[in-house]
C-alpha cells in the first residue's frame, strides 16, 4: 500500500508541476496589453450648457 502511494504522489505532483506553469503563461498570453500600450483616447470635457441654466 505504501508503494502505490508514493506512485499517485509522484503523479499528482508531476502533473501539477507541469500543468500549473501552463495554465499560468497560457493566461498571461491571453490577457490584455497593459494601459502604456494602448492608443490614447480622447476625452472631451462637458458640454457648458448641459442644463444647469434651466433650473
Not at 26 to 43: E, K, N
Request: overall charge positive; glycine content about 4%; aromatic content about 6%.
Amino acid at each position: 500500500m505504501k508503494r502505490a502511494h508514493r506512485k499517485a504522489h509522484a503523479r499528482i505532483w508531476t502533473l501539477l508541476g507541469l500543468l500549473l506553469p501552463l495554465v499560468f503563461f497560457t493566461i498571461l498570453a491571453m490577457r490584455q496589453s497593459p494601459p502604456a500600450d494602448r492608443p490614447a483616447v480622447l476625452i472631451e470635457a462637458p458640454a457648458e450648457n448641459s442644463g444647469e441654466a434651466s433650473q
